[in-house]
């Protein structure tokens, strides 16, 4: 079993950065792949970064974050990060990371653990 517990959500103007943090406890981090989606209000959850372990990091991301959105994770310290810049109001959403043992998948049914959410709001 895995727990992860989302934090760094908050209100930011458009324009500015906010960094978002999974800690993830029950299990050895480094066996499983990590994802973060975001859900807005009348939306479905959508793929947003992924990161896997398998000797050296791999890396996806969807196309309306790249460049803007960094994925990354410190397996010593159990946690996975999502730096956001250059946050846009169509950003705004409840961010939750996920874990799983199928590689970065950005099918949501994909993976096997997740957190309870994060509210990222970006006004204009």
């Known amino acids: 079993q895995v727990q992860l517990v989302e934090s760094g959500g908050g209100l930011v103007q458009a324009g500015g950065s906010l960094r978002l943090s999974c800690a993830a406890s029950g299990r050895t981090f480094s066996e499983y792949s990590m994802g973060w989606f975001r859900q807005a209000p009348g939306k479905e959850r959508e793929f947003v970064a992924g990161v896997n372990w398998l000797g050296s990091i791999t890396t996806v991301y969807a196309d309306s974050v790249k460049g803007r959105f960094t994925i990354s994770r410190d397996n010593a310290r159990n946690t996975m990060y999502l730096q956001m810049n250059s946050l846009k109001a169509e950003d705004t959403a409840v961010y939750y990371c996920?874990?799983?043992?199928?590689?970065?998948?950005?099918?949501?049914?994909?993976?096997?653990?997740w957190g309870q959410g994060t509210q990222v709001t970006v006004s204009s």
């Open positions: 996920a874990a799983g043992y199928r590689g970065v998948q950005q099918a949501p049914g994909r993976y096997d653990y």
